[in-house]
């Protein structure tokens, strides 16, 4: 099997364990929604590890940035009346580092 098909694989599930957890937080089912927090993150860290030699590698930094900076926000807005959910906003703008860094580097190889 070929690497992106297995990464691929990877991907699939886990945007079933993303709208689980989006999902919970919508229908304010905390504790599962807190719980599926961890396995989300981890299937993201799965991700980036599995893409590091590629370039795709981050867009999904950026994705594990995006569901750090989500459930933080969810956490914050569950257990602590959004006292601190503005900090979410530091591994918001990583990923948005990241992404442009990849979109820097796609520009930057073509126009070589």
Known sequence: MELTEKIRRFENFHILLWLIKDTCWMLEVKWLGALMVAPTLLMALIIVFKS???????INLAILFWITA???????????????????????ALGFLC???FYYRSYSSKKN
């Not at 590091?52 to 981050?58: D, G, I, M, N, S």
């Open 70 to 92: 989500n459930g933080f926000w969810m956490l914050m807005e569950f257990f602590f009346a959004n006292a601190y959910k503005d900090f979410s906003a530091i591994p918001f």
């Open 99 to 101: 992404v442009g860094v």
């Open 52 to 58: 590091r030699h590629t370039p795709e590698v981050l």
